[in-house]
């Protein structure tokens, strides 16, 4: 508890600092590779801030960890492999998208089973309720009903809009 | 002196806050109207109450009187007046003031503006928001108290957060909250019809405004917000899907469903549950809203520790709210008889269509907000939920909506058929599949999930202007007709023209931005230039002044095409030595065709300065969307309003003339 306060104070101090994530001299001379980094760097998260990216932040760890990510690149390694270099030292709280595992199949699935829930559940709604209507009216009905309508046309005397 | 004052108000009005809350409900019960009128005199002599309240903070903000521990924490005497002022609401005590005073706005309002309410709806309309008082005054008296001092007092204060010391983030949280806590108005009016045992087309009809007022305020509070991201953090960005972006963007979701299942509410009185039920969860996400920012448990599980006693209250108020009004619901909502029947394609079954899938969008971003909470409590690995994972769940929930939203106004109510709503949207078809063809053709066809996203856009904004032009009959009548007919048309089909056109235009300034952005990250000194999205950028200068209360380093960039200089963006760094904290104000050069925006970052070894320059196409679009969403919204409110007091007078004379 005791660490909270400089860790919250680290990203208050971060969130406020001028956020010029990626400096010019962090960046690749390729620009292909320097582009992969970049894309690599967006679905990674700086794990002292709130909920930004490496490439946003300017926290000295995100600056740490785009390096790492520039390193791998230079050695030859995959995205594939750098995001699992990346994952191997700092945990799954790295990813933005979390990965697909038994704890966040819940998370993954829900917002699909909760639309088709929901689906079902309104238009269930709606049948029932059609089914309670009454049927449709039969052409003799019809007939009757507009004989009616057209003598309402004539209101009898005494009825005049109050 | 004036503190207490303050604090001395603050407990008069919880006192009158509970009085109206008891008295208007037996009243209501009894039939007894002078009961019933204490709901009235309530509310307003509660809003007179917390007003002197929040007036008495205000001076002390104004005149600095550092005895006043907040003050002191949160001001500065090298602050200008107006972010002295908005210093007041610039920390936790008095934004929860601030919170409590639009609440007694909105009861005061429904007490005078609400005369065709009918009375002993509107006395427990007006018990439910003093019961909502009652809570929150006491969150504040005994867990918040704003107006406690300090002894000794400070010979200076702290200083306002500079990042909160700009216009947008002065203006942010008053219109946030306005759009919050307006919707207890809506939580209010479901529980009176819970305890009513009655939800019409009147109801609706009273109740419409209401939701439309908190929805304005809401739209217009998270686009302040996103547009003050976009130009103060510094990287560019305006939606990061952070937690407390998360938590206003949830009760704008349901509210906006709720909107619309009230309009079906209001015409059919169909979907009555439904909407109640809208009602109550919406108010309970503003409430989630506020304890997610206010107890700063989503930082981490461990700083809502930090101050427990907080933290739990709002979470008692929310659990009372939220539980008391989802109780009342399943013990009396079945006693409300549910409406018209009509068939799956219909206005309703679009509007069902379109409930679903927001419901089951705002249901996404609260498991993505709240999961990795869960994951940390239950004590295994922590995990991330960023924007890609919303990319993946969120937009295409939301993309059907979109698409969906231009048929839905076509079709008719209770029955129609697929083709005949499509045929009304021949021409918008052909307009958004230009839109996506061009946009293809001049991105070079790099982005195709992009282009579709722009014709979707125009098909929306076409669908909405093709409302008008058919209901004016254009081309088809005399010029004059039409001019007579759009003149007579009621302002709640410009409500839905506009809302819906701003949501066009929101989404095409998203996908712009988004698809096609430049970026180039360099180091520049004065005198040194480089290409970047068609112009040759020098910078001209860096230069060091001072402000009221910081110091600057202002940079001067020239964006020229060959010998004429186009435009010249300021990009500026500040430091604020009262907080010790330095902010980024990055330069903007705004039109409807794209933002050229530039940002200035530290000087480093070599003596050169980090700059950042983006281009942003059609970004200024998504501002601009949000301004009309709102304005569309503003019109259905002025136009329902209108109508909710001629209704309830026709219908007061009808029922007049029919009783014996």
Redesign the interface.
């Known amino acids: 508890?005791k660490l909270?306060?400089p860790i919250?104070a680290v990203?208050l101090?971060v969130?406020?600092?001028?956020?010029?994530?990626?400096?010019?001299?962090e960046?690749l001379r390729d620009p292909a590779l320097e582009a992969r980094a970049r894309d690599i760097s967006?679905?990674l998260?700086c794990v002292v801030c709130?909920?930004?990216?490496i490439d946003?932040s300017n926290a000295p760890l995100a600056h740490d960890m785009r390096l790492l990510v520039r390193e791998r690149l230079m050695a030859g390694d995959s995205d594939r492999q750098v995001i699992d270099y990346i994952v191997a030292r700092y945990?799954?709280?790295?990813?933005?998208?979390?990965?697909w595992q038994p704890?966040?199949w819940?998370?993954?699935i829900?917002?699909?089973a909760?639309?088709a829930l929901?689906?079902l559940g309104?238009?269930s709604q709606?049948r029932r309720?059609?089914e309670?209507?009454p049927p449709p009216l039969s052409a003799d009905e019809r007939r009757r009903l507009n004989q009616l309508l057209t003598n309402a046309k004539q209101p009898p005397p005494g009825t005049g809009v109050? | 002196m004036i503190p207490e004052i303050g604090r001395f108000a603050l407990i008069l009005a919880l006192m009158i806050a509970l009085a109206q809350t008891i008295l208007p409900l037996i009243g209501a019960a009894r039939r007894d109207a002078r009961a019933m009128a204490f709901g009235d005199v309530g509310a307003i002599a509660q809003l007179f109450f917390v007003g002197v309240a929040f007036g008495c903070l205000m001076i002390s903000f104004a005149v600095s009187d550092f005895s006043v521990e907040v003050v002191a924490t949160n001001s500065h005497t090298s602050q200008p007046l107006i972010y002295r002022l908005a210093g007041t609401w610039g920390n936790h005590e008095g934004s929860m003031l601030l919170w409590v005073l639009i609440l007694a706005v909105f009861g005061a309002t429904v007490a005078l503006l609400g005369r065709t309410i009918p009375s002993t709806m509107r006395a427990r309309v007006l018990a439910t928001q003093g019961l909502i008082g009652v809570g929150f005054l006491a969150f504040l008296i005994f867990t918040s108290n704003p107006f406690a001092r300090l002894d000794p007092a400070p010979l200076q204060g702290n200083g306002l957060n500079p990042l909160l010391q700009d216009p947008g983030l002065a203006s942010h949280p008053p219109m946030l909250y306005l759009g919050y806590v307006g919707f207890s108005t809506a939580f209010s009016f479901a529980v009176a019809a819970l305890l009513e045992g009655r939800a019409d087309a009147a109801w609706a009809r009273h109740a419409r405004p209401w939701i439309l007022a908190a929805w304005v305020f809401l739209t217009t509070g998270i686009a302040l917000g996103s547009l003050w991201a976009y130009y103060e953090l510094g990287w560019g960005g305006w939606w990061f899907w952070d937690p407390v972006e998360n938590a206003s963007l949830m009760p704008w979701l349901l509210g906006t469903a709720l909107l619309h299942s009230a309009l079906v509410m209001e015409r059919r009185e169909s979907f009555v549950r439904w909407t109640l039920l809208l009602s109550i969860l919406t108010f309970s996400l503003s409430l989630i809203g506020t304890f997610v920012v206010r107890s700063g448990v989503l930082t981490s599980v461990h700083a809502f520790a930090v101050d427990p006693q907080r933290g739990v209250f709002i979470l008692l108020l929310l659990g009372v709210a939220t539980g008391g009004g989802l109780l009342l619901y399943a013990l009396r909502a079945n006693n409300l008889r549910s409406g018209a029947p009509f068939s799956i394609v219909s206005r309703e079954g679009s509007l069902i269509l379109n409930n679903a899938l927001i419901v089951t969008a705002m249901a996404t971003v609260f498991i993505g907000t709240f999961y990795p909470l869960l994951i940390e409590l239950l004590g295994s690995d922590r995990i991330s939920v960023g924007a890609p994972f919303y990319a993946l769940t969120f937009v295409p929930l939301v993309a059907p909506v979109l698409a969906g939203m231009a048929v839905g106004p076509m079709l008719k109510w209770r029955s129609d058929t697929l083709a005949n709503g499509l045929r009304k949207l021949g021409w918008a078809a052909i307009a958004g599949a230009l839109a996506g063809l061009i946009s293809l053709v001049l991105t070079g066809a790099r982005t195709p999930v992009a282009a579709v996203g722009i014709a979707l856009a125009v098909w929306i904004m076409a669908a909405s202007v093709s409302i008008v032009a058919k209901r004016i009959r254009i081309g088809k009548a005399p010029w004059l007709e039409s001019t007579r007919l759009a003149l007579a048309l009621p302002r709640t089909v410009y409500g839905v023209v506009f809302a819906h056109l701003g949501v066009g235009l929101l989404l095409a300034g998203l996908v712009a931005a988004n698809a096609w952005k430049q970026e180039l990250t360099s180091s520049l000194q004065p005198g040194e230039s480089l290409r970047f999205a068609g112009y040759d950028v020098q910078m001209l200068s860096v230069t060091t002044g001072t402000g009221s209360n910081y110091e600057a380093e202002r940079s001067v960039l020239s964006f020229s095409h060959g010998e004429d200089i186009a435009f010249l963006l300021t990009p500026e760094r500040r430091f604020y030595p009262d907080r010790e904290m330095q902010t980024t104000e990055a330069s903007v050069r705004s039109n409807l065709v794209a933002n050229t925006y530039a940002a200035l970052g530290e000087r480093g070894d070599d003596g050169k300065w980090t700059v950042r320059l983006y281009r942003h196409p059609l970004a200024i679009w998504i501002w601009l969307g949000a301004a009309i969403m709102a304005l569309g919204g503003a019109l259905s409110w002025s136009g329902g309003l209108r109508s909710a007091t001629t209704a309830s007078a026709k219908s007061a004379v009808m029922a007049a003339a029919t009783s014996p």
């Open positions: 508890m909270l306060k919250l990203c101090f969130m406020a600092a001028p956020a010029l994530a990626v400096e010019p001299s960046m967006e679905h998260r709130q909920n930004q990216t946003d945990g799954d709280f790295v990813l933005l998208r979390p990965p704890d966040t819940a998370l993954w829900a917002p699909f909760i639309f929901a689906l309104l238009f709606v309720r059609s309670a209507a109050s």
